[in-house]
């Protein structure tokens, strides 16, 4: 029942190579070709990561059923991300833009339960992953005879393991 030195490790360090690349092709003078790829990464939540001494110790003789603490070494979410699309000027004054996207989201947080000898404890770990695809639909009207207008209309479709780290 009592948390000390020999309980900790060192938590590990996380560098990472997070390009983006985006271009646009004119195909003729009315119409634009365009993609884009990222990689991003996000750092978990900070109470997902971090948990005094001191915070243990409470929590160990004052919760004695279940409770959940932060776990250091959390790898940072992971998405690729990817875009294609299209713009097409019709006229003078309007243009009409489609853009697909997705993207996919690994290592994200979610709460693992342990059985110990004192105790259950829950410990955040990198098991959620998720994805996102899409089109979007865009069409924009320059100002013509003092009126101008913009209208967009996004479908897209989500799946995921979970909602929220602690479920």
Known sequence: RVFDAGDVEDSKVHTFFSPRLGFAYPVSVNTVFH??????????RLVDLYASKNYVDILLL????????????????RTPAYEIGIKQRMGSSA???ITAFYKETADLVREQNFSTDIQDIGFMQNLDFGSVKGVELAFTLRRFNNVSAAVNYTLSYALGTGSNSNT
């Open 35 to 44: 993609a884009q790829y990222g990689k991003f990464y996000q750092l978990p």
């Open 62 to 77: 004052d919760h004695p059923y279940y409770d959940n603490i932060g776990f250091p070494n959390l790898e940072p979410s």
């Open 95 to 97: 243009a009409l833009n």
